[in-house]
Each structure stands twice: as C-alpha cells, then as structure tokens.
C-alpha cells in the first residue's frame, strides 16, 4: 500500500519524516519559466515503483527522484533557529533523472521530482501534468494542475556568479587541462549553470587564487599563454578567444576575470606560468609580492594586448575585474596598493571585489564592492550599484542555501533583491569539489562540507555525473525559481508600477521586508508569487 502526497518545490522529504506540509497540486506560471513540484511516497514493503508521465507539454516535463546525502557538518556554530535539522544525517538534494522505476524501502519516504523545463515557449493555456505510480499491479495517479500565462518573464536583469571551478572538472574527471574532452565538459556544466540563472562567468585568465592554502598550488587552468624572450613578455589569448566562444554560444553574458592578487588582502600574486626560453615556468605565486615592481611591470605589459584582444571579441564593455577576495579589515593597506595598480591599468571596466567592510569603500579602495547579506546595511542607498553575496559565514537570520536549511530561506532572496534594486549577485561555489583550502579532492557524493569546515550546500550545487554530464540539486532549481519571483516582480512593476507591486509583497506583514526579516513560511512564499502572477494576469 502506497501513501502519497503531492508537494510544493520548497518542501524537503526526508526519508526518515512524513512530509507536514498541506498538499499542493496546482500552481501558475508564465510561458518561458521553469517550475517543479514533487510528489511524496511510501510503501509498507519494499518494491519497485513504476513510474510515468502524462502530459500534453511533452519533452518539456522531466522527471527526477530527489536521492539523500550525508553531511557530516549540516550547520555553523550558533546557526539559527530555521532550520530543519541540526545533527549530522543524510538530507535530500541530488536530483537523479527518473528512468521509470523508483526503489522504495519499506516504510520509508521517497521523492518524486517533476520539472517543467521549457525547451522554447510553453503554450498559454490551463493543462494537467499527471504522474502514474505503479506498485504490485496496482496503478494511482497524482494530478498538478499549470495555468500558463499568456506572457513572457523578461530576460533577467540581475547578474549573477556563481563561481566556476574547472580544476575540479579536470581532477574529477581525470582529463588534461584544455584537451579536447575538458573542453566538452567544462560546456556541458557551464550550459546547466546558464540554464538556471547564471549569467557571468569566473573567467581563469590565470589560475584562479581562491581557497588556496598559502605555499600550495591548484591545478593550471590559466587561459593566457605566456612567453619571455629575452626578457619581454608576449601574450597569446587562444585558450581565452576559444572560452568566450563557448559562453557565447551557450548564452553566458558577462565575464569576470579571475582575481590578479591572493586571497584575503592581496599580499601575493596569483600562480602564473609562462615559457621561459622554451620551459615552462612558474614566474609568479606565493614568492611574489603582490605589489612589487616585477608583478606590476608584467600586468603593465598584459593590459593593453588584453584589452585589445577584448575589444576585437567584442565583450569590453560586459568585462569585471578583481583585485582580492574577501580582504580583511587589517589588510587595507596591502589590498589598497594591489587596487590602486589595478585601477590605473584597468580602471575602464567595474572592479567588483567581495567584501563587508564599508571602510574600503569610503576609502576609495574598491570601485564596487560586494558585501555579504548580513552586512550590507551600510551600503544600500550609498553606493552606485547595490551588489551581494552569501556564502558559509551567513547562517544567521539571512537567506542561504544549506542542505539543513528550508528551500524557502534559499528561494526567499529573489524577493528580496527585488526589493532592494539589486543589480548583481555572488556566491564562490557553483563545483567546488575540494576540501578547505583545496588539500585534497573528495567525493561530492559522500563528503558535501569540504572535509568537516564548511556546512552542506555552500560549496556546490551540482554533482557529477558519470557522462562527463552535472547533476542537479534540489537547490539549484530552487534558487533559479527565487530568481524567476524576482523578474516577475519586475513585470508586474512595469505593468502596474513599482509602488503597487511592493504593497502586494509586504501585504499582510506587520514589519516590511529586509535581508534578515522575512515569514518563515512556505505558504506565504508561494502565495506571494500566486499573488503578484494573479496581478500580472489580470492587468494583461
């Protein structure tokens, strides 16, 4: 005997709890939009549970079965109260795609996950998804009502970066860097990140100097060859041309190159190599000093070949800089040397560097800064373009992606950075597949909290698959629907303005809306975007 119960996206069914959540079975959305709902099931004996779909949308519904994954370290210190569980323990999040039959233990919950994926545009009409469980010869079916608008989200305006490691597609895979199967991998996950929502890409001009413990090195993944002849430097930028071809064709916008100084203030140079009379050399790294006269003299001698080179690509103007990575208060002084060489030798594009401190804004050291969500007060309103981030440190009060955390609290920034006009949005782990420090490989399958020191879920959101193909989180399509709220809040303002589009958000709530005051609720989440789709729809 089967139980059954239909379910919102935002709901988590563990394998060991019966989902509380009300039943959910119908919702709207507008022709170009993905959207999922999951049904919850289990049997009193274990079987295999046959499974199949019925629909008029074709190809454009997917199935998927949302698989368990351990966590050693499922919360920060003194994380929150919301949150769904604080032990360690298996949490779901991988999406498997569903080959028709689904392993059910005895007595233990499983989920079913149904994605509609437009390839193209979805007819505008009212339509039934149903999904047929077979168990013991015995056929239920569960009915998901769409109401398809007869509109189109506008293209997404916010930028978003969630950064790309291909290092760990290289080490994972076990392919050389740039052979010919690399490059079909790092498209193959560039194009999913593309699909959902992510429109600018961490750009490995040079290895990128992110998580690195100080004295080691990762993987070369430098997209500039460089050369010394008899002391000069030449540049060639096939790798590079050959990247921005691919994000082009895949649909990537905007391109962030890969930070010039070390981590956490900007004292080093990132690893560079270079062929040294013939020989491939390391001719900077942690032996360098970032300010220093040598390093200078060699971004002097790269800067105008590479802005000509991007001029001829035709992306100059769709190009980001960084200096460092989250510097701290008390390297101000070496992260303000490092800024000013990169403000006079590429100071015609946006300097974007992630970072909380006000201060080095006020001070003139950073063009646009990037300040987590638990620390942005200080910067909205006051600087030219409000940008943020989220990564492990925020766990208290703020959205954030976590396996212990609700869908809700991961899917809730796309209202709020509506709220707020933000215009770009960071986060450093799109395939991070290393441990802290990038020590030592694991296995994303069996160690999701990069060996004990970062909680589940902040370091990716893709897996990999075993075709050289990622597979999905949970998370990652929740986030990509926060960032489809956003854009329809976006469309309702441009239909019944900005001031009516934000008394239906805050309708109903006895404080408005911050990055740290929000309902705790799934209902209330959904039956805002209900609300704002119902206003949409009735004003066409």
Request: proline share 5%; glycine share 6%.
């Amino acid at each position: 005997m089967l139980e059954i119960i239909p379910l919102s996206s935002l709901v988590k069914v563990f394998s060991d709890e019966a989902p509380t959540a009300k039943p959910f079975s119908k919702l709207s959305m507008f022709k170009n939009e993905k959207a999922s709902v999951q049904i919850a099931v289990k049997g009193d004996v274990d079987c295999a549970l046959g499974v199949t779909v019925r629909s008029d949308l074709g190809d454009d519904v997917k199935l998927y079965v949302v698989e368990e994954i351990y966590s050693g370290m499922p919360v920060a210190n003194a994380q929150d109260s919301y949150t769904l569980r604080k032990e360690s323990g298996y949490f779901p999040d991988l999406l498997i795609p569903c080959d028709g039959e689904v392993k059910l233990v005895a007595n233990k919950w499983k989920s079913i996950w149904i994605e509609i994926a437009p390839k193209d545009v979805l007819p505008c009409k009212e339509t039934v998804v149903s999904v047929y469980l077979k168990a013991d010869g015995a056929t239920q079916s569960v009915d998901f009502t769409l109401d398809i608008i007869d509109a189109l989200l506008p293209q997404q305006s916010l930028i978003y970066t969630n950064w790309f490691h291909t290092d760990c597609l290289a080490h994972y895979y076990d392919v050389p860097v740039f052979s010919d199967r690399y490059w079909e991998i790092v498209e193959n996950y560039l194009k999913t990140a593309c699909d959902y929502g992510m429109n600018m890409c961490l750009t490995p001009i040079f290895t990128p100097p992110l998580d690195t413990k100080i004295g080691k090195e990762r993987k070369t993944v430098q997209l500039i060859d460089v050369e010394i002849k008899d002391g000069n430097y030449t540049f060639a930028f096939d790798n590079l041309s050959k990247w921005i071809d691919m994000c082009e064709r895949i649909g990537i916008k905007y391109y962030e190159m890969s930070h010039l100084f070390t981590q956490w203030g900007a004292k080093k140079c990132p690893k560079i190599v270079a062929k040294v009379d013939g020989i491939e050399k390391r001719i900077f790294g942690w032996n360098t000093r970032g300010a220093g006269k040598k390093y200078r003299a060699f971004l002097a001698a790269l800067a105008p070949e590479l802005k000509r080179f991007l001029r001829d690509k035709g992306v100059f103007d769709r190009v980001f800089f960084h200096v460092s990575d989250e510097p701290m208060s008390i390297a101000k002084r070496s992260y303000g040397k490092a800024s000013s060489i990169v403000k006079e030798l590429f100071g015609e594009f946006e300097i974007i560097d992630a970072l909380s401190d006000y201060d080095f804004y006020k001070k003139g050291l950073v063009k646009l800064p990037i300040p987590a969500t638990d620390h942005i007060a200080p910067f909205i309103g006051n600087v030219p373009q409000l940008w943020t981030y989220n990564c492990g440190a925020q766990f208290k009060d703020v959205s954030n992606r976590f396996f212990s955390m609700p869908s809700q609290r991961n899917r809730v920034l796309g209202y709020q950075l509506y709220k707020y006009g933000v215009k770009g949005f960071l986060h450093w782990g799109y395939n991070f597949w290393f441990k802290r420090l990038s020590v030592g490989a694991l296995d994303p399958f069996k160690e999701s909290d990069a060996g004990g020191y970062f909680p589940s879920g902040d370091s990716y959101v893709v897996y990999p698959g075993k075709d050289g193909m990622p597979l999905k989180s949970l998370r990652l399509n929740v986030f990509n629907d926060g960032l489809q709220d956003m854009r329809a809040l976006q469309l309702a303002e441009s239909l019944i303005g900005r001031e009516e589009t934000m008394r239906i958000l805050e309708s109903g709530l006895s404080k408005p809306i911050t990055f740290a005051e929000y309902p705790h609720s799934d209902e209330w989440q959904l039956e805002i975007r209900e609300a704002i789709n119902a206003a949409i729809k009735a004003k066409l």
